[in-house]
Every structure is written in structure tokens, then in C-alpha cells.
């Protein structure tokens, strides 16, 4: 009976190594990673087809990944050899030179080897190759070089160093290993790491483990050993639903729902192995407390869920997940109950002491909060917002007397207890003193708001008093920034820059009722403007405007819109953002007409001959210097055409506008197949280049159709 070579068979491979807690945070990280780099460093080995499945483990202790179809040997590779020219290797008889001899031995072949050689290519191109085979590598040595690398390569937030039993050989790792595994279907692959020999032996939860050691009887066997015998969920996705269902389901059973929460459920799911969920609670009173402050001291500080009612009002319950799943809960939930108290206290002792003194009484010392050492406090900053906003409300029609009351008190907050413990409640506690002050509700609302948009697709202010506001201080930063030479650089951005660009961006275009009044060049002289008194000040205007072109650029091509229609709107920089978007669709409407790359390829032509000409520059067109027909009839679609065009802008009927000009590609392609521009006669040739850029002005009003040329 044959029996196969062991060598050449496949199976499913585990690895695990078995570490102390790992960083919450980082676990997900260090999962995918670790599993990545074993798939990825056995398949460039060819142990491993590019489409084999695999399966990541991440718990608080242990890395681990499941791999299927894992060849014990790779194939052998069939290699050609380059030797050398055919003049250094054969002689004058064709037989071997010394050289040639040389070099075989030195790629470990043997001297009959040169048999072998063979030649491609003629004269003094020829050279000579030998075919050899390179055995395949054995899953061993493969295992081993991936898992080092793997290891090595790790997203390791901080890494540790701790010494080996021998006292002697220090690691350096992201916390200590105890542990590693490595099986080959039922069989131990003998790989090495962090001083650890890979056996088939893991360990399961710390207190709820049916046995420890647990020992692996294969690789596949794995997950569900670790579940029945070590009381562990290892996947960490499947240990997340778990948790998210238990979370609802328990809220769902009291009437409520659990804070949604994404980074919070993944941090607590890298906290437990096999998690319970408890139904807590916390004493009435406490919600006398903004639920902004309870909210985020049980999530920050105790790493619970918070539960609220239908219409997002926070209830005095709250979800824990356990580690451990005890008979009796009750001492568990007590004493979670019992933690969060003082917290809660807290909280409620810093809202009461903050509120006995006004919002007003507290402006002053923000003169000695730094906000920048070349910019000075924050109090100096916030003259310079509050000149800001106060200009944008003008512009805008805004309550003037509101948005100086708001922008004079937008940072009084920082200095108040509540914010001084929870930095994030930053513009919230703002709104909830102002209204306790007696403060009208839209300066209280404009001192939350003028923070927003945060980050990507967060809300912008809801009112005007807010927009102006947070307009001014997006403003008042960029511009200041951009003055003293703080700007973003590669991937580096300190100060958040590119995301209050973007901010600016978002205002202007998305509130169209204000965003029409609000110019954006005007926008950046006003806050320039409030830059004049500090030293060493530089006008940063074009520079910003390029800076603030570019966030809105790349949000319009994320949106779906090609480059070239991004580049013929933005390319005339218009004043009013809130106008791109039409532009934008005005310019995908043209260019979808028959005349539309014949007109985009003429404006291109036109807009290079007066490049290259100065004779046009200050020229009126003289109707009497038309001497060809082709002139004559493209002056009178120009004048016939130009003024419904141009009526259909003043009404921001961009598309109108372009489909009106569409008309003019026969009187233009008659004008180039008939017309010498550059004739010798001076006056002659200036009329033309006059007529050009009339053409030229009226094509280019809505954007600059050159761009959708091929």
C-alpha cells in the first residue's frame, strides 16, 4: 500500500500566543494585524493560496489566527539562473571558463552543472543561464520567518520590556508572553518566539475555566474548546454581537436603549473574554445633573452603558458588562452601583459650584489662559472672534447685539469646574450656564454650536446666532495660524486645520440663506483685519484661499464628481461657495451636450492664442475693423447669445446659462476655419484678439469650460 509523503499534505493551522492584558484600546488592531501578517508571510511562501480563508482571534489574552489549507511543504520552484555574458563564461571552444565554474559553485551547484548552461541571445548580447530547482520551503521554517515578522511589525502603541525565567534575556513586547501555540491540523509545529517554545497547551478565562491548562486536540478545534472549556468567546467580532445583543435586549426588557456607542463597545469587548450584561442603577437625584456630564463620566470613567428612554432622555439605569457570570449577581451589581456613585457626586458637586457664579464673571481670566505665544490669550483671541462674527452678522442681517454677547462668552466655560474634569463637555456646559444666567436661548445655543461641525458629518450650527459664531472662530484660527507660519505639513496637523477648513467649507455652501451674503474672499479680509496689531504678522489670504480651495475640492471629488469638473468650477475661484455645487451640476449638464467638446476644445484653443498675446490687453473691439464675414456672425451670436446668458446667472440658472452658449459652436467653428488671428496688420490682428476675449469672458462666466477639453 502507498503511503503519502506527510511533506506534501495540507491542513488547517492555528497560532496563539498567550500574552498578559493587552491595551483595550489597541486589541482590535493587534488582532488583524497579527493575523494578517502569518497569512500574508505564508503565502509569499507559498505555503498558502491567495484566496485561503483565515479567521482571526483577538481577546484581552491572546493573539491568535486560524488558516486554512496550509501546505506542510511548498512546491519547488523552477528558477533560470543568470550567469554572465557568453564571452566571460566560454572560451575560445565553447568549454567552461574558470569564471563560469566559480559562479556555479557559488549558487551551490554542482560542476556538472555546467552541462547545463545554456545561451540566449546573439553577439555580444548572448548570455548564459543555467535552470535549476528550488526546493520548496517546509512549514517549519516558513511558520517561523512569518511569525517573527509578524511579531515585528505589530501596531504596538507602547512596548514593554521584561525578562525571560533565566533572569537574564530581556523581551521587549507588548506585554509579557506566557504562551504560544502552533499546530499543523492535530501536529505541533516546533517555531520559536519571544522566548517561548510552541507547544499545543493555552489557558482559558482566569476564574471560569472547566480545566487549565486547556490542551488543544487540533487546530480546528480551537474556538470551540476555548468556549466549552475555557469559557471564552476568542473572535472578537462574535464576543462584540454578543455584547450588543445582551445590551439591547436587557435595555429593551426595562423599556429603554443603550447609548450607541461604537468605540465605546469595542473597548469594553477588548476588556472580557466571555461577557454577562447587568441591569444597574443609580438614585434619582443625579439626574438633576446635565445628562451630557452623567453620560460621560459613566462611559469615560467607568466604561458603562447608559441607557435612555425613546426620546434620548437619560434614565437613572445603566449596563455593566461583566467578566464573570455568578449564580447571584447581586454583589456584582451593587458594587459597580457603589463605584459609580461618587463619580456621579462629582459631577453634581462641580454643576452646583460652577452655577454660583455667572458665565460673565469669569470672561476676565481668560486673559490668563494661553492660547498661542505668538497669539496671546484666549481673552485676545476671543476680541478677535467677536470682531469677526460682529462684521459676518452685519453682512448677514444677523442680530449683531446676540452674536457679540455669544462670541464674548463662547470660552468662558473653560474655566469652570465641570470643564476643567471633562474637557469634552467644552460649549455644552457653556449653554447650560448661559441658560441658567437668564441668558436669551440663542446666545446659550450659539455658545454650544459655535464648536461645530467637530469632525466629518457632524451637524452645523442650528441657528444664526451659531453659524456667524463658529464661522468667525474657524476663521479667527485659520487666519491667525496661517499669519505666524503654523500650517499643516504632510500628515501633520496640530491644530486641526484641515478639519476647520473644512468647516468654512461646509457653512458657506450648506446655508445657502447666509452663505449668499458671505463672500469668501471679503470673509478672509475681515479676519486678516483682526491680525493688524500683532507682530510679525504676514497676510495669509491667497495662501488660505489655495488651503481652503483644496478641503473643497477633495470633499466634491469624495461626493462623486470628476476632477475636471471640480477644476472648472473652483479654476475661476468663485466668491460665493454656496454657488459650486449648481456650477458643478450646470458643468455635467453641458458637457453631456453634442456641442460640448467642440466648445470645450475651441475655449481651450482661444484662451492659449491670448496667453500668448499682450496685443488685446486694454483694446475695445472696433466693429468697423471686421472684415470677414465669419467675424461679423460670431459678434452678433455673441451679442444675441451673451445677455440671456448672463440673465440666467443673475438667477442662478447655471445650466440655462451653459445650454444658451451651446449655440455658439457653429458661428466659433466657422470663425477658426475662415479667421487668421495673428495677420500682420497690428490693428487688425489687437480687433480679434478683442473679439477672443469677449468669447473668451462670456463662455467662462459658470466655469471654465477649457477644463473639459480631451
Request: charged share 25%.
Amino acid at each position: 500500500m502507498h503511503t503519502p509523503d506527510p511533506s506534501m499534505t495540507t491542513a488547517n493551522l492555528l497560532v496563539e500566543l498567550f500574552v498578559e492584558e493587552l491595551p483595550p484600546k489597541a486589541l482590535a488592531a493587534l488582532g488583524g494585524a497579527f493575523a494578517h501578517g502569518i497569512v500574508e508571510g505564508l503565502r509569499a511562501q507559498g505555503l498558502v493560496d491567495a484566496g485561503a480563508a483565515s479567521t482571526a482571534y483577538a481577546s484581552p489574552r491572546r493573539l491568535a489566527v486560524h488558516v486554512c489549507g496550509v501546505a506542510a511543504r511548498a512546491a519547488d520552484r523552477e528558477l533560470a539562473n543568470k550567469l554572465m555574458p557568453a564571452s566571460v563564461g566560454l572560451d575560445a571552444a565553447g568549454a567552461p571558463t574558470h569564471a563560469l565554474l566559480k559562479k556555479l559553485a557559488a549558487l551551490g551547484l554542482p560542476a556538472d552543472a555546467a552541462a547545463r548552461v545554456r545561451s540566449e541571445g546573439s553577439g555580444k548580447a548572448q548570455t548564459l543561464y543555467v535552470d535549476s530547482v528550488a526546493p520548496g520551503a517546509l512549514l517549519a521554517d516558513a511558520l517561523q520567518r512569518a511569525l517573527l515578522d509578524a511579531i515585528a511589525r505589530l501596531p504596538i502603541p507602547k512596548v514593554m520590556s521584561y525578562q525571560l525565567a533565566d533572569g537574564w534575556t530581556t523581551v521587549r513586547f507588548v506585554r509579557p508572553a506566557h504562551g504560544l501555540v502552533a499546530l499543523h491540523g492535530d501536529r505541533v509545529v516546533p517555531v520559536q518566539a519571544l522566548g517561548l517554545q510552541a507547544g499545543r497547551l493555552t489557558h482559558g478565562h482566569r476564574f471560569e475555566a472547566a480545566r487549565d491548562p486547556i490542551e488543544l486536540r487540533a487546530a480546528d478545534s480551537y474556538a470551540q474548546q476555548l468556549r466549552d472549556e475555557g469559557a471564552v468567546i476568542a473572535d472578537f467580532g462574535a464576543r462584540r454581537d454578543a455584547i450588543a445583543q445582551q445590551l439591547h435586549s436587557a435595555a429593551a426588557a426595562a423599556g429603554l436603549r443603550p447609548i450607541d456607542d461604537a468605540a465605546l463597545l469595542d473597548e469594553v469587548c477588548a476588556l472580557v473574554e466571555r461577557p454577562t450584561v447587568l441591569d444597574c442603577r443609580f438614585e434619582p437625584e443625579f439626574l438633576a445633573v446635565p445628562q451630557e456630564c452623567l453620560i460621560l463620566t459613566m462611559k469615560a470613567n467607568q466604561k458603562y452603558f447608559p441607557l435612555v428612554d425613546a426620546e434620548g432622555r437619560l434614565s437613572n439605569r445603566f449596563l455593566v458588562v461583566s467578566n464573570i457570570s455568578p449564580d447571584d449577581a447581586t454583589a456584582v451589581i451593587e458594587g459597580n452601583e457603589r463605584v459609580v456613585r461618587p463619580r456621579l457626586a462629582d459631577a453634581k458637586f462641580f454643576f452646583e459650584q460652577d452655577r454660583k457664579r455667572p458665565l460673565a464673571a469669569r470672561v476676565d481670566g481668560l486673559e490668563r489662559v494661553v492660547y498661542h505665544a505668538r497669539l496671546g490669550s484666549q481673552a485676545a483671541r476671543m476680541r478677535r472672534v467677536r470682531g469677526i462674527a460682529v462684521a459676518l452678522a452685519g453682512l448677514a442681517g444677523v442680530d449683531a447685539a446676540l452674536v457679540e454677547q455669544a462670541a464674548t462668552l463662547a470660552k468662558a466655560d473653560l474655566l469652570t469646574e465641570m470643564v476643567g474634569e471633562f474637557p469634552e463637555l467644552q460649549g455644552t456646559m457653556g449653554r447650560y450656564y448661559a441658560l441658567h444666567d437668564g441668558l436669551d436661548a440663542r446666545v446659550a445655543h450659539a455658545i454650544e454650536d459655535h464648536y461645530r461641525p467637530r469632525f466629518a458629518g457632524d451637524a452645523l450650527p442650528a441657528g444664526d446666532v451659531g453659524v456667524c459664531l463658529a464661522l468667525a472662530d474657524k476663521l479667527e484660527t485659520l487666519s491667525g495660524l496661517f499669519g505666524i507660519g503654523e500650517r499643516p505639513s504632510g500628515d501633520k496637523d496640530p491644530y486641526a486645520l484641515r478639519r476647520h477648513a473644512l468647516g468654512v467649507v461646509r457653512m458657506l455652501a450648506e446655508r445657502a440663506e447666509l452663505g449668499e451674503r458671505w463672500p469668501l474672499p471679503r470673509l478672509l479680509a475681515i479676519a486678516a483685519q483682526a491680525f493688524a496689531e500683532v507682530d510679525g504678522y504676514a497676510d495669509p489670504r491667497d495662501a488660505l484661499r489655495a488651503f481652503i480651495d483644496e478641503r473643497l475640492a477633495n470633499a466634491l471629488r469624495e461626493q462623486g464628481y470628476a476632477a475636471h469638473e471640480v477644476d472648472a468650477v473652483l479654476g475661476l475661484r468663485p466668491a460665493l461657495l454656496v454657488e459650486v455645487v449648481p456650477r458643478l451640476d450646470a458643468v455635467r449638464a453641458f458637457a453631456a451636450l453634442p456641442e460640448a467638446a467642440a466648445l470645450a476644445a475651441a475655449n481651450k484653443r482661444v484662451a492659449n492664442i491670448l496667453r500668448k498675446s499682450e496685443a488685446a490687453a486694454g483694446v475695445a473691439l472696433d466693429r468697423a475693423l471686421l472684415r470677414d464675414a465669419a467675424e461679423t456672425a460670431l459678434l452678433a451670436a455673441l451679442e444675441r447669445l451673451a445677455p440671456a446668458a448672463q440673465e440666467a446667472i443673475a438667477r442662478g440658472s447655471y445650466t440655462a446659462a451653459l445650454k444658451a452658449l451651446a449655440a455658439l459652436k457653429d458661428p466659433v467653428d466657422a470663425f477658426f476655419d475662415r479667421v487668421m488671428v495673428n495677420v500682420d496688420d497690428a490693428a487688425l490682428r489687437a480687433n480679434r484678439l478683442a473679439l477672443l476675449g469677449e468669447l473668451h469672458a462670456a463662455m467662462n462666466r459658470v466655469a471654465d469650460i477649457s477644463c473639459l477639453a480631451g
